[in-house]
């Protein structure tokens, strides 16, 4: 077989020849993506030795959603905020971790066409044995007039309406995967020149896939449509491939990860306790949606695209059907 030398193709490499395909690109949301890149470079460092500056463990405040903070939360959280605040490109921003949207109030952000949302650290829950975590962002060009502070308006966007959307995973490497309507393509860190490597060029997220993703213990507060579709998905069926695998890391990250990489279909459904489901809109599922979307597959919330979902509030809730198409499709054939 020939072995054919594959050239090394760098983050921003990549960006800027993706710039280049636009003729009135400016390169400020590739001058962004690198932005962001760069914070969770810093996140992903923490994050390996974590275990030995002790940085590991409750911080003791809890959060707008009433959930305990890790250290890291807030590690990542202030290193986000303090990178972007100090980017040209960046107006301001909204993090999960913070009840209020922050709008930078100096000249350059003002002038700054797009606003970022992120959930820092998603996944908290699994900092401290050690799995797969992960930061998810999102960018969307502001609807405020350019000269002035951005304002809610900028952060309460469909998701049909954003430019970009990413994650980096914490994981046995370290991946930034984006997607703009354009696809989806992967970056692995290569910690030895620190960069993002262009590793998963044009990602797709199968049709069809042999895996369903949810927390299984909570079956007693699903609808009845929604056990059904569960025993369906352990039924025995040697033609349709069933029963299928189950897999549920619980950090949206890792299991968003698999699925877009291997197929299948992961939910987080509206429970008797969780109406809502238990998902943000804004930082998680929108978008995880665009990703998945742009990759081929499908993300709903029971009764229609998650992406067209006209957000009320910043820390919107919502129900997640999202994964290969086909298998989307089956889910919500019984949810419905
Ligand atoms: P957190 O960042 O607070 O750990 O939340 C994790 C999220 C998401 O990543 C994951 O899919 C889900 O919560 C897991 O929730 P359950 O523990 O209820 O299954």
């Known amino acids: ?26 390169g400020e949301l590739s001058a962004l993506l690198r932005d962001i890149a760069l914070a969770c470079k810093i996140i992903n460092k923490q994050v390996n030795i974590a275990g030995l500056v002790d940085i590991l463990g409750k911080h003791g405040a809890t959060n707008v959603q009433g ?30 971790e913070n009840d209020e949207f922050i709008a930078f109030q100096d000249e350059f952000s003002w002038n700054s066409k797009y606003v970022v949302l992120f959930d820092p650290l998603d996944g908290s829950s699994n900092i401290d044995v050690n799995a797969s975590i992960g930061t998810i962002f999102s960018i969307y060009k502001r609807v405020s007039p350019l000269g002035s502070p951005c304002n809610e308006a900028d952060f309460l966007q469909a998701g049909n309406k954003l430019m970009a959307a990413g994650y980096v995973i914490y994981g046995s490497s370290t991946m930034l995967v984006y997607a703009t309507k354009l696809g989806v393509n992967g970056f692995t860190l290569e910690s030895s020149i620190g960069e993002y490597c262009l590793s998963h060029p044009d990602m797709k997220c199968s049709e069809q896939g042999k895996i369903y993703s949810l927390n299984q213990g909570n079956t007693n507060k699903y609808t009845q449509g929604l056990k059904d579709y569960l025993n369906y998905c352990m039924e025995e069926n040697k033609e349709e491939g069933r029963p299928l695998t189950h897999r549920y890391i619980g950090s949206m990250v890792a299991d968003l990860h698999r699925t877009l990489i291997k197929g299948g ?58 994964g290969s198409k086909n298998m989307v499709e089956k889910a919500l054939s019984f949810t419905k």
């Open 265 to 322: 279909i992961f939910i987080y459904p509206a429970d008797k306790k969780n109406v809502n489901g238990k998902l943000r809109l804004q930082y998680e599922c929108n978008p995880m949606a665009l990703i998945i979307e742009a990759a081929g597959g499908k993300a709903e919330h029971g009764s229609g695209r998650i992406l067209d979902i006209e957000p009320t509030e910043l820390h919107q809730r919502t129900p997640i059907f999202i």
């Open 67 to 96: 959930e305990e903070q890790m250290k890291l939360d807030i590690f990542a959280d202030e290193t986000l905020i303090n990178v972007l605040q100090n980017s040209a490109e960046c107006a301001g921003i909204a993090s999960e």
């Open 1 to 26: 077989m020939e072995n054919k030398k594959r050239k090394l193709i760098t983050l921003d490499e990549f960006t800027i020849q993706q710039t280049r395909k636009f003729q009135n690109a400016t």
